[in-house]
Structure formats: structure tokens, C-alpha cells
């Protein structure tokens, strides 16, 4: 794999790097990690970031001021697309991939097929795109600011180590990117943890309007976009909330919807048992994820969106063997 992948880095003068609409620190992480890799190993190519919004709190990350929002009308010779698995999440950038010459994705994503990308590598056990990115990097262009973005993807989607997608392999590249010097407590702190007040308040709405469903095995609970102006706070600042529902012990999973405009809300799912996968029920509504932790859109009012999830959650939980983790 990281054959294929090097022989068309060789190839290539012009790079793209491209990743999912609304980029978490995994995706921000791997491509800004490739961008600075690239900028060392092959410091003669012309490389360039596209993300169609980037939240400001990962802007301690090497290039992130240098990431590009515009949809230039360049053809490049390579597209390297991480953390996204599919034409459709790559927004606007979609048509930039499919008019590269080549295409190289790297992801994780079990609802990635790769169907539509002939060179891939796409590992759905692997924690992250950024563990994946190391595996297929040169360490000897293993840079601190290339560590810096490593860790970063890694820490976001473990949540800090702590999901099922942690392997020992997981902490040795963590290890590895902390033998570089990089200020692992404030990217797992400040970029991680830390919330502003607002942020604090918001998420203290979403937790007493929280609302059991389905024999009290599902907790869910949402944020219109009147609430979050009346908060003052926007669509970036809400991401992190659902985790906080998860941490909710006797539920096998949680729901957290937030409004994204033009009738439409954003689905976060989570599960909180082994037996549940939720990427299948964002699947069925043309989103994605993994298996513990995945999301769609959804048009229509709260009422509707939830029942609609919950008969597709009811086909797994229903099962009369489902182990359910209700006391
Ligand atoms: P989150 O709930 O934090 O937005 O997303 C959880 C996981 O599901 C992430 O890995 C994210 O990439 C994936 N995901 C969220 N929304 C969508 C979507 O609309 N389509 C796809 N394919 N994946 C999604
Ligand atoms: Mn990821």
C-alpha cells in the first residue's frame, strides 16, 4: 500500500489534500499531518490543503492558516482524500477530486467501500485516519509538526484513548509523536476539553432536556438553531455535546440533534454497547460513521427525526437477543 501510494507521490507534481464537510481533529490532523510530511519529503511539490470550513480551535496545528476554502479551477495530479470515504462528503471539493488525474483515500470509516476509489487505504478497525496516515508515512520524515497533527487526529477520535478503536498499536504512535516534543497536554487540554461558558451552558440545556426513549434505552436530546443563538453559540461549538450525552450509564446509545437550517438537523449517534451499531442505522439514511459512533442529516421537525431513527433503531434492539445495558 505504501508502495502505490509513494509511486504516485513520486509522480505527481501538483497535491490536493482534501477531507469530509464540517472536518473533525482527525480529519484536520491527517491532512494537515500529510501536508507537512510532503513538505519535507518532497519539498519541490506544489501541496495545498482544501476543507470547506476548519474550526479555529485546531488553528495550533503546522499550516492550518494555510488551509484554502476556495474552489480553485486547477486540474491537480494527485488528490489525497483522508478521512472520507465517498465523492458526497467532500462537499463542494468533490468535483476537485473527480477532476485530479489520480486519487489515493485513506480512511477508516466502515461505511467506506472505497468502491469509488481503485487506490485506498481503508481500515475500519484502525482508531484513525491520522494512525493510519503513520503506518503509511516515512518515519524518517516524522517531524514534530507532523506529530503534532498525528496526535491530535488520534486523541479526537479515541476520545483521549478511551473508545474500543484503541490499540496498544495506537499508543506506540502516540508514544512515538511524544518523543518529538510536542505539547501533548494542551492539544488533549485546550483542544480538546476546555469549553467556554457559552459552550458549558449550552451543553447544561442539552443534558436537562434530555429525554429517555425506547424503554429507557436511548437517551436523545437536541438544539434548535433558536437555542443556540439564544446561547451564543454556533454549529462548531455544539460538536463536542454528544459526547457528554454518551457518558449516560444505564442507555444503550444516545441521539443528539442539532438544526443546520433549510429544515434540516445534523444526527449524531452513539453507542454504548458492543451490540449496537449505529453506523448502520446512519447508513440507512445515506450518512455514515463506525460502528459506536456515526451521523446522517435528517429535513424535518425533532419528532419526526427521532421516530425515524428509533424504528430503525428498534431493528437491532428488538432482536430478541440484544443484550441491552439497561439496570
Ligand atoms: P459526528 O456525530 O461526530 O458528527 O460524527 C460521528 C462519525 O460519523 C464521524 O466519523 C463522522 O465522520 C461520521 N459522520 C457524521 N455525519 C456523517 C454523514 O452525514 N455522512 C457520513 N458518511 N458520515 C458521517
Ligand atoms: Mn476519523
Known amino acids: ?42 519539498p519541490e511539490k506544489a501541496v495545498t490543503v482544501f476543507l470547506m470550513e476548519a474550526n479555529s480551535k485546531f488553528s495550533y496545528l503546522p499550516g492550518f492558516s494555510e488551509i484554502r476554502h476556495d474552489i480553485p479551477k486547477d486540474e491537480f ?54 494512525e493510519i496516515s503513520f503506518d503509511l508515512m516515512d518515519e524518517r520524515y516524522f517531524t514534530k509538526e507532523v506529530a ?42 485546550d483542544g480538546f476539553f476546555m469549553k467556554t461558558v457559552n459552550q458549558q451552558r449550552v451543553t447544561g440545556k442539552v443534558l436537562l432536556d434530555g429525554r429517555l426513549y425506547m424503554e429507557d434505552r436511548i437517551f436523545a436530546s437536541s438544539l434548535s438553531m433558536k437555542d443556540m443563538e439564544s446561547f451564543s453559540v454556533d454549529q462548531k461549538d455544539v460538536d463536542g455535546i454528544v459526547s457528554v450525552l454518551r457518558e449516560t450509564k444505564e442507555v444503550d446509545g444516545v441521539i443528539f440533534l442539532y438544526e443546520v437550517g433549510n429544515n434540516t ?51 437491532q434492539m428488538d432482536a430478541p437477543d440484544f443484550p441491552s445495558n439497561k439496570q
Open 77 to 130: 495530479d494527485l488528490a489525497l482524500i483522508c478521512d472520507c470515504g465517498g465523492y458526497d462528503r467532500l462537499g463542494e471539493y468533490g468535483r476537485l477530486a473527480k477532476n485530479a488525474k489520480e486519487r489515493y483515500v485513506v480512511d477508516h470509516h466502515i461505511t467506506s467501500s472505497g468502491e469509488e476509489f481503485p487506490y485506498h487505504t481503508i481500515l475500519p478497525d484502525a482508531s484513525s485516519t491520522c
Open 148 to 189: 503534532t497533527c498525528i496526535y491530535t487526529g488520534i486523541i479526537h477520535d479515541t476520545g483521549v484513548f478511551k473508545y474500543t478503536s484503541t490499540s496498544s498499536h495506537t499508543m506506540e504512535i502516540a508514544g512515538k509523536c511524544m518523543d518529538k516534543g510536542i505539547a501533548f497536554s494542551s492539544i488533549i487540554d
Open 265 to 315: 438537523y445534523k444526527v449524531s449517534l452513539r453507542s454504548n454497547n458492543t451490540a449496537l451499531d449505529v453506523s448502520a442505522v446512519a447508513a440507512h439514511f445515506s450518512g455514515g460513521g463506525h460502528k459506536m459512533a456515526a451521523g446522517c442529516s435528517l429535513k424535518g421537525d425533532v419528532a419526526s427525526i427521532l421516530e425515524k431513527i428509533i424504528a430503525e433503531l428498534r431493528k
Open 1 to 42: 500500500m505504501r508502495e502505490a501510494l509513494d509511486s504516485l507521490f513520486e509522480k505527481a507534481k501538483t497535491i490536493c489534500i482534501l477531507g469530509h464537510t464540517r472536518p473533525d481533529g482527525d480529519c484536520l490532523g491527517s491532512t494537515l499531518g500529510w501536508k507537512n510530511y510532503l513538505k519535507t519529503r518532497f
